[in-house]
């Protein structure tokens, strides 16, 4: 199936050209509700983090968070929510696809709506699983395949989502702290809005 969505920066960049904030400034409803979850005070990634408003969100509750994101667009609006709210935010304009988050270097790894390609995530999981340090904890909501049929958000594409089956396959032995794949009401500016199938997951690195 080709995707609706492209998945090019450059898509991206169109996207948040303009002065509104496509998914809003205010945090996902996930994250806001779980974040207590994530090491307190913890260096925090915020996986593409678009125009910033989780990780600027995470930055206000005192995590020293880094944004990274393929578009420059999404990631200078980040800046600027953050120069708003008045707290530090390091960002970092890479592609998932191969930037080597590192060794044993983050508290907290935040992936909110970071839909990519299966290969895409087949590669960076491994690599996600490496950077975290022992009891570090991943905090995740994407769309589940099945949302594509609800027609409310995200790509066109089922591969492009995310199942409990393949996490728990890639972070095996991981505690599950919270676990869900269902329906709940999205509503979260205008990127994505109504009634929709979610995959959501906190799971915390073996100690
Ligand atoms: C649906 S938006 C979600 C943005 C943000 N997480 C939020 O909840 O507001 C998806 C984001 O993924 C980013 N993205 C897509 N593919 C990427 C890649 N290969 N590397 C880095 N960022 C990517 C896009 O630039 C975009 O900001």
């Known amino acids: 199936m080709t995707p609706r969505t492209p998945l090019t920066p450059e898509f991206w960049d169109h996207r948040y050209s303009s002065t509104e904030y496509v998914y809003g400034k205010e945090p996902s ?9 994530l ?4 260096e925090t990634l915020c996986l593409a983090d678009g125009e910033g408003r989780n990780g600027v969100f995470l930055a206000t509750r005192g995590m020293r968070v880094t944004a990274v994101d393929n578009s420059a667009m999404g990631l200078e609006k980040a800046e600027r929510l953050a120069a708003e709210r008045a707290v530090a935010l390091t960002t970092l304009l890479a592609d998932l696809a191969e930037w080597d988050a590192g060794d044993a270097r983050w508290d907290g790894v935040v992936s909110i709506w970071a839909h990519l390609p299966a290969p895409v995530r087949a590669a960076l999981h491994p690599r996600l699983a490496r950077a ?3 009891g570090g904890v991943l905090l995740l909501e994407h769309y589940h395949p099945r949302q594509v049929g609800y027609g409310t958000g995200g790509p066109d594409d089922p591969t492009m989502m995310l ?6 396959a890639a972070f095996p032995g991981w505690a599950r702290v919270h676990t869900f794949e269902g329906e709940r009401v999205v509503m979260e500016g205008s990127g994505h809005g109504g009634k929709s199938y979610v995959t959501q997951a906190i799971l915390r690195k073996p100690s």
């Open 132 to 134: 975290l340090r022992p």
């Open 29 to 37: 409803d996930f994250l806001a509700e779980r974040f207590a979850e």
């Open 163 to 168: 199942t409990l089956d393949e996490l728990h």
């Open 39 to 42: 090491p307190a005070g913890g």
